[in-house]
């Protein structure tokens, strides 16, 4: 067999992720077959790892002492991509590199002395672009415990992190309105990690892992919710309103926020910020208190998919799981967006036709692909890489599948796997071997009441199959004879 090497047209389609140069510059002519096949894969990943079973994707090049070379040797050239100026390479290449060496004890005293200067490093600039590099840390060091003194002294950055977006985002809203109206220091002082807030204030708690929004009056708590470090908007929002009220309250010179000037001043302002989606608050008590829910009912999804959207959705919990299972759900604004403009699906399959013209997507994975409805009932994947195929009878036992599969659905999608129960259901297993992990440990929990809340099934075997072998397949036919016909999930 011929070796695969890349010529110069092949490498120029993946030039784009910025990881690919540096890494087969590195790379010797012996092992550049090896490193070739890694650069292809990480072009196919369009985030940075977050979850173990992302992590695990590097396990097998982490075997390869020559590969780990060609890694370790590119990641210390390259040094500390931290900073808005600095060169960001393939950002997510970059963290799956990381992940990679992190895997190997080949060299180990570099890797762990180069992750203790890139730790210090996005310390000291206060970096709001090193969250994954913590996370690689936190996640990591359950299994690789020489990683775990980096993690405790990396986990500051959770906070710099927090408190760094929280406090230029509200900056930035303000600032359209009233152009220096707002400063860094008077955001962090007056709302973030307050002792003793005013009554009526909105103050945010920052820790290491988590936002807590609290709104006070008269002494107690009458708004208090947890908030992930990635629900920026929720929080941003709150203490925009905040501002804006306060802002008027001084103009006006009036006390009382429920006052209808102050309202009706502040709703203007805010309805020049937001789309009528994000404004979906309490308008009567103008308590701060974030109560918009996703309902999906102005898209044209079946009822029964809208349902599971929303609930999911609207749990952060869930959606986590979901999310770690490489299932993405957005609100209905992003749904929205797709049924309005189809474009997309000639950018993931090209000129074509297709067995089902009723295509609908209602999610997506972090590749990119998504996860659609075919004539309002059977659920398919549209990938990134040409495939297509149907992957569930119904929604009902999607969800059910998912749930109870609890990892990618992708590593069930081979003949081997599929071929019977005994194969399908040790693979399965395989996940559950990894419930060391807390993050696995949480979402199973959680996807537990999902099924039990549902009646769901756990024996999936039967139900994956028939989801798999429905007939009429999803086929795309190529219309251009630039393209080729799309290739089957299995």
Known sequence: MKKNIPNDEELKKYIHKKMTL????????EVKESVWKLVKRLSTYARVPGTVSDFKKMAVFAEDDAIVDVVLDTLKDMKYPFKNTDFIPDIAGYYYCI???SQSMHRRDETIKLFYELVDYAIAIQSDSALPLVRNMDVMSKEYTDLTDIFEKARIIYKINAINTVTDWVRIKIDKLYSNYTSADKIESEYINIENPQDGRVFVDVDESEYIVRIVEKGKDIFNKKFKHYSYDAIVYAIVRDVLLRKYMSDMQIDNSDDTRVVEAMKSD???????????????ELKYIMDWYERYDHTNLPQDVRDYLAEIYNDEDLKDAFYNADIEIYDEKWVKNLEDDDSWFDELMGPGESTYENIKPFARDGSGALWVVLNDELIGYIGTEGECGIVARN???FMNIVS?????????????VLENSVSFYETMNDFDRLEDYDDIKKDRRIFKKFIKKHGFTTKIYDMAVKGMTVTPSFVVKATDDEYVDSEPLI
């Open 22 to 29: 540096p890494l087969m510059e590195h790379a010797s002519e």
């Open 99 to 101: 992940a990679l060496v």
């Open 270 to 284: 805010i309805q020049k910020l937001y789309g009528e989606i994000a404004i979906k608050v309490n308008n009567e």
């Open 395 to 397: 929604i009902h036992e």
């Open 404 to 416: 109870v599969w609890g990892g990618y659905l992708d590593d069930y999608w081979d003949e081997e």
